[in-house]
């Protein structure tokens, strides 16, 4: 990566997403997300900051998978190191930027931070051929927020001209272009400084999200069981709470060696302590992190929980640490 002719720049890895879509039919908003290398949509821009460039992928990012948050977590880790990389900006489409951001916050969210770089993630709502396209003016004032050193190094996400923690970023409107808000985190959220292991592309541990809602039914729980499923995230009803038909069936998945995270399918708000109708008492709660995050979260510490370290941790305190619960830690 390093070329002696560029003291330092800004490195910019395409992943895909809307930013780089081109619009399929005339008139019905149809676009395919993944189309336009990241050479390209830098054309679009003015930076006074020199780039270098990488296209890790070109995917729609409902498409992601495990390998290429892998490679993306690997990428990323060697560009913190490069001592001429002032800071990182990531395209990516929006469906699962919050995820990735959740992921490199807790695989490098730590060493960002003492190499007081920036990772900063990007995209757009609108294809990149749109009249009023929203990926060059994002993309331009993510590689500017990324360029400058005010000290807020760590793990960012930059939509419109707001730019939000990684950790706090949520998708909060499926088509509005001004789609994400910041989730209010507590002051006292941990910033997790040991980063954890990035899990090989066929070695993470598989988690499902189950959805609690009327009429729910535990079958899908037990089949999960029988597949060999490692983790359920709970996407529950309010503050986390379960149907009576499914808490059963999850104990029985916690008594055999399953790990139960309750979150809420509110996707926003803190999910904390102990349900008062005392269902799931030993899963633990999810925090801040909506499902998908604590899908994320729940994966990571269950691998980082496989690994010979000299302090072995078991899964809940890597989680706890993790989402800033009191329990563990
Ligand atoms: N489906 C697209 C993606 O996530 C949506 C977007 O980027 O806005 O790649």
Same mark, same amino acid.
């Given at each position: 990566m390093s070329n002696s002719s560029i003291p330092s720049f800004i490195l910019v890895i395409g992943t895909g997403g809307t930013i780089a879509g081109l619009t399929t039919? !005339? /008139?019905? /908003?149809g676009y395919q997300a993944g189309q336009v290398p990241i050479s390209t949509l830098l054309t679009q821009i003015n930076t006074k900051f020199p780039i270098k460039n990488m296209q890790l992928s070109n995917i729609d =990012?409902?498409?992601?998978s495990e390998p290429h948050l892998s490679k993306l977590g690997a990428q990323v880790r060697t560009g913190l190191a490069d001592t001429e990389v002032i800071g990182i900006v990531i395209t990516h489409g929006t469906d699962t930027m919050e995820e990735t951001a959740t992921f490199l916050e807790f695989i490098c969210g730590g060493s960002a931070r003492n190499f007081g770089k920036k990772v900063v993630l990007t995209g757009a709502?609108?294809?990149? $051929? @749109? &009249?009023? *396209?929203d990926g060059p003016q994002n993309l331009s004032n993510a590689i500017e927020f990324a360029g400058? &050193? $005010? /000290?807020? !190094?760590g793990i960012w996400a930059v939509m419109g001209s707001k730019p939000i923690p990684g950790l706090a970023?949520?998708? /909060? @409107? !499926? =088509?509005?272009? $001004? *789609?994400f808000f910041e989730e209010t985190l !507590?002051?006292?959220?941990?910033?997790? =400084?040991n980063d954890l292991p990035i899990p090989p592309d066929n070695q993470w541990p598989w988690v499902e999200i189950i959805t609690s809602h009327s009429g729910a039914r535990p079958d899908t729980i037990r089949s999960l069981e029988g597949l060999g499923v490692q983790g359920i995230v709970l996407a529950g009803t309010g503050a986390g709470t379960v149907h009576e038909n499914l808490a059963p069936a999850l104990e029985r998945f916690m008594e055999a060696g399953g790990a139960v995270v309750r979150a809420s399918r509110i996707g926003r708000g803190y999910v904390g302590g102990s349900l008062a109708n005392g269902r799931l008492a030993k899963a633990l709660s999810a925090g801040y992190l909506n499902p998908a995050k604590a899908r994320i979260a729940l994966q990571l510490a269950l691998f980082a929980s496989t690994q010979s370290s000299p302090n072995p941790l078991s899964w809940q305190d890597y989680f706890a640490r993790m989402v800033g619960l009191p329990e563990f830690r």
């Amino acid at each position: 990566m390093s070329n002696s002719s560029i003291p330092s720049f800004i490195l910019v890895i395409g992943t895909g997403g809307t930013i780089a879509g081109l619009t399929t039919d !005339s /008139g019905n /908003g149809g676009y395919q997300a993944g189309q336009v290398p990241i050479s390209t949509l830098l054309t679009q821009i003015n930076t006074k900051f020199p780039i270098k460039n990488m296209q890790l992928s070109n995917i729609d =990012s409902c498409d992601l998978s495990e390998p290429h948050l892998s490679k993306l977590g690997a990428q990323v880790r060697t560009g913190l190191a490069d001592t001429e990389v002032i800071g990182i900006v990531i395209t990516h489409g929006t469906d699962t930027m919050e995820e990735t951001a959740t992921f490199l916050e807790f695989i490098c969210g730590g060493s960002a931070r003492n190499f007081g770089k920036k990772v900063v993630l990007t995209g757009a709502m609108l294809p990149s $051929d @749109h &009249r009023e *396209a929203d990926g060059p003016q994002n993309l331009s004032n993510a590689i500017e927020f990324a360029g400058k &050193r $005010d /000290g807020q !190094s760590g793990i960012w996400a930059v939509m419109g001209s707001k730019p939000i923690p990684g950790l706090a970023l949520v998708k /909060g @409107h !499926s =088509s509005h272009i $001004d *789609a994400f808000f910041e989730e209010t985190l !507590s002051p006292d959220w941990i910033q997790v =400084s040991n980063d954890l292991p990035i899990p090989p592309d066929n070695q993470w541990p598989w988690v499902e999200i189950i959805t609690s809602h009327s009429g729910a039914r535990p079958d899908t729980i037990r089949s999960l069981e029988g597949l060999g499923v490692q983790g359920i995230v709970l996407a529950g009803t309010g503050a986390g709470t379960v149907h009576e038909n499914l808490a059963p069936a999850l104990e029985r998945f916690m008594e055999a060696g399953g790990a139960v995270v309750r979150a809420s399918r509110i996707g926003r708000g803190y999910v904390g302590g102990s349900l008062a109708n005392g269902r799931l008492a030993k899963a633990l709660s999810a925090g801040y992190l909506n499902p998908a995050k604590a899908r994320i979260a729940l994966q990571l510490a269950l691998f980082a929980s496989t690994q010979s370290s000299p302090n072995p941790l078991s899964w809940q305190d890597y989680f706890a640490r993790m989402v800033g619960l009191p329990e563990f830690r």
